[in-house]
């Protein structure tokens, strides 16, 4: 346990046992994550899938939504999961190091997405309308466990030291974050760049996509900070890449 919930520990699913299904592309991110997971959870022993992605409505508005309920074949116990995949920078000027991971605009938080899932998302099936559509499907909400899939991606602030940030994972740092006077340098202006749409978000950089200069990027780039979003970059230096986000604040 950390933080608080239980978190769910991924079966290993050989990426030969199964034939992938084609993401829908209209999906939003978050739904394109769980289509994602999904397919790995139902190419393995390990669970069965009772129930995904399933609204729950008061008087034709949505008040929540169940990401999973799913039976571990072995004990048959009932496992309600809620999926998470985030971008997190970590921003040292903050002094709590739980509340230093936050979202590329700050707009939201590695905790206070906990906290709402702890009081909000995990809470959904124990109401009246949460239990009588889990019944409906023939689920029993008295002995289901309660877990945590909480995946991510982090940037560390440009130019530091590899950060500390147990208990989470380590290896969930794959890029960096900076703002745009430390992008105008000779670390930068060499090399080639691509903006990846928000879909491309969670692969590693390639060399399919256009790369544009420094030159030609800086203007994309500006125009994004003058919305107040900040963009995530992929770099390509001689053979290598990186990622990375420029931010606005």
Known sequence: MQFGVLQFQFPVVAADSYVVSEIPEKLRLGHQMEFVCKQLLEASNAYDVLLHNMP?????????????????????QLIHIELTYKF???????????????????RDAFYAKLVKIKNNQFSLIHTPIGRSALLEKGIETENIMQQVCYKAQLFQPYSSDTLSIAPLNKNCIIGYWLRLAAFHTADFTPHTFYIPTK?????????????????EIVIAITERLKNNSAPMVWMKKNNTFEKFFVVWW
């Open 88 to 106: 997190y920078l970590i921003d040292t000027d903050i002094k709590e190091p739980i509340h230093q991971l936050v979202g590329p605009n700050r």
């Open 56 to 76: 729950l409505r008061e008087e034709k508005r949505t008040i929540g939504e169940i990401d999973f309920i799913v039976q571990e074949t072995a004990t048959k």
């Open 199 to 215: 879909s491309e978000w969670v692969l590693h950089p390639m060399d399919t996509v256009a790369f544009r200069s420094h030159e």
